[in-house]
């Protein structure tokens, strides 16, 4: 089946600590999106990728990184320099031409310990 | 500057039409998209308005004016499973911009 996959579902990190949110697509789109959703609030768009090795940072991509080097894949990287990580990750994707959708994944929670 | 207003919470009663409405401010207007997330779940797609008018989509329907910059989201017969939070979303060439969401609670 096509889609979007996310991994982990649901994620620890420890102060200090970097962790790396997986987002895998089989639906050769060329567009890849990562947001972050606080509980009761909307969806802040963090990074996003047009194409293959180029990304674009969106309205709250402090503390985080991203990397887009196969079509397939755009995992992003919350560092130690994002003080409030605690939050529900999402990563969509659009299809070519400005498509009037976009998928997106289950979704991971990342928590504080 | 970008920006969305929708109301924060609305309420209905099972079988009845409840409508979001949605204001916006945007450059690169391509659109106006509607998304239904349930809690815990992923966002999923509903609809899409690129012209004025009423696009419908079974029990759901969805307008725009572009020269009021407004758009709603209509649904009828409301069923219980309808309860979730649903988002207006400009769609722009390079990205879709999302609103904070609507959260509707029905009542039997």
């Known amino acids: 089946d096509g889609g979007i996959t996310q991994s982990p579902k649901y994620l620890f990190r420890k102060e200090g600590q970097n962790v790396t949110l997986s987002c895998e697509q089989n639906?050769?789109?060329?567009?890849m999106y990562w947001y972050r959703q606080d509980p009761g609030q909307g969806l802040r768009l963090i990074y996003y990728?047009?194409?293959?090795?180029?990304?674009q940072k969106g309205d709250i991509a402090e503390g985080y990184s991203v990397s887009r080097e196969k079509k397939e894949s755009f995992p992003l990287t919350v560092t130690s320099a994002q003080k409030n990580p605690t939050a529900f990750y999402l990563c969509?994707?659009?299809?070519?031409?400005?498509?009037?959708?976009?998928?997106f994944g289950a979704g991971t929670r990342l928590s504080v310990l | 500057g970008q920006s969305l207003e929708q109301p924060s919470e609305v309420t209905a009663v099972e079988g009845a039409i409840v409508q979001i409405n949605c204001t916006y401010q945007?450059?690169?207007?391509?659109?106006l998209s509607w998304y239904q997330q349930h809690d815990g779940g992923a966002p999923t797609f509903l609809s899409y308005?690129?012209?004025?008018g009423l696009e419908e989509t079974g029990r759901f329907s969805s307008f725009l004016s572009r020269s009021d910059s407004y758009g709603y989201l209509l649904l009828q017969e409301l069923q219980m499973k309808d309860s979730a939070s649903y988002f207006c979303a400009v769609n722009r060439d390079d990205k879709i911009i999302f609103g904070k969401g609507t959260r509707l609670h029905i009542l039997p």
């Open positions: 990728s047009q194409i293959v090795n180029d990304f």
């Open positions: 945007t450059s690169g207007f391509y659109g």
């Open positions: 639906l050769n789109h060329d567009a």
């Open positions: 308005n690129a012209l004025d």
């Open positions: 969509a994707s659009r299809g070519t031409g400005g498509s009037n959708i976009q998928y």
